[in-house]
């Protein structure tokens, strides 16, 4: 069983910045990959960002590219999400996933974007 726990979410200004953490735990197996959703109320969760082992592969959503930056680091089974510049539009609850073995989801971290 893996325990998946993001943080860092808050009320910001448009324009500010947040760091999201997630950290997973209960394995000793391989981080393949680690990635973030977000779902807005009265939405559908959407894919933001993913990267794989080695950051050999990194994706971003098209609505954050250039103002998000994902990292992991899968020897301490860790990873972040550099959000800047952001925007209303961008409120939403952040969810963490992992791939160790199989998929493994965070219970989501709230981010506010308002004055």
């Known amino acids: 069983q893996v325990h998946v726990v993001e943080s860092g979410g808050a009320l910001v200004q448009p324009g500010g910045s947040l760091k999201l953490s997630c950290t997973a735990s209960?394995?000793?197996?391989?981080?393949?990959?680690m990635g973030w959703y977000r779902q807005a109320p009265g939405k559908e969760r959407e894919f933001v960002a993913d990267?794989?082992?080695?950051?050999?592969?990194?994706g971003y959503a098209d609505s954050v590219k250039g103002r998000f930056t994902i990292s992991m680091n899968d020897a301490e089974y860790t990873g972040y999400l550099q959000m800047d510049n952001l925007k209303p539009e961008d409120t939403a609850t952040y969810y963490c996933?992992?791939?160790?073995?199989?998929?493994?989801w965070g219970q989501g971290t709230q981010v506010t974007v308002s004055m």
């Open positions: 209960g394995s000793r197996s391989t981080m393949d990959t």
């Open positions: 990267i794989t082992k080695g950051a050999e592969f990194i």
């Open positions: 996933y992992v791939y160790i073995d199989r998929t493994w």
